[in-house]
């Protein structure tokens, strides 16, 4: 299966959505990351037509889905980010429905309902009217009507955002063993970098409506490729060439530096590491953030942030004058 997106346009007013957006997309599960108005969710109504594209292709397995029509649709399992109509019908008829609009017979509909509510934990809401239901029940049911009908191609629009946190992992495991064993192709939208992370074979990062970055998460975490992809995609400490040899007393080899808070090593006495960057600083304030405990620094009239393994005892307390050290392959050039 081939998923061929060549040079999209399309601009709402004098607002450009996306433009010559080009990818090519095989089995797995691809996270589309980036803020809101970066094309995410047009990129989504393009690919189920549901708005009218301005330039370029989508071609599955190199036919024109446009060519396809009714065909396409059938291949195509869609989640929304919510659903305002069908309030008043139960889940069960409401997923009846919607498995008869792909072609199911009633009783191969009845194994996947019964299947899928299970995976997402809602098998005694069959006879719940819809209306009743939380915003995160809503969208597990979303996600129950998108995998109905075995797609060959999964589109998810902030498919977990309203879930909680335990239920959103378990969630996030399940369409990853999904797609491994039915070797679909799965394209979900999502603001939140760890869910990318996590569920995603391969991260486009988009900005603007291009595409600012495409690798494997790993890749994405540790190495950003722009400014921008430094910023969105974690917390990394992105600084000017010129506060960099402030702070190092170093000469930068680029415009900008960028670190993770991770890489920063504090200490009450001067380190000796040859391979790394050695300044001072001095505590600013701290806070818990789950497992890590992070410091803001200031460090020549710079601000920076370094995350410690969080315990109770050891921590610095602020105003106090510390050494800090980055080792120098830490330091990303942009």
Known sequence: MELNIESLTKHYGDLCALEDFTVCLRPGVYGLLGPNGAGKSTLMNLLTDTVKREAGSIRYNGKEILELGRGYRALVGYMPQQQGYYE???VGRFLYYMAALKGLSRSKARGEITEFLEVVGLSDCLHKKMGSL???MRQRILLVQ???GSPKVLLLDEPLSAIDALLRKSLQMEIRRIQRE?????????????????MS???HLLYDGKIEQSAEPAQMYARPATKFAASFIGS???ISSEEFQKMTGTKAESETIAFRPESVKLSEERPDETDSYVFRGKIVD???QGNVYRYGIGCEGVRIHADVLFQET????????????IRKEDCILL
């Open 314 to 325: 050891g921590l610095l307390r602020d105003f106090t004058e510390c050494w800090l050290s």
């Open 146 to 148: 998108a995998l109905l």
């Open 88 to 90: 008043e019908f139960t």
């Open 182 to 198: 039915t070797d679909i192709t799965a394209i979900f939208v999502t603001h939140d970098q760890n869910e990318a992370m996590v």
């Open 236 to 238: 990394y400490n992105i």
């Open 134 to 136: 939380s915003g995160g």
């Open 201 to 203: 074979d391969m991260i």
């Open 286 to 288: 701290g806070i818990p």
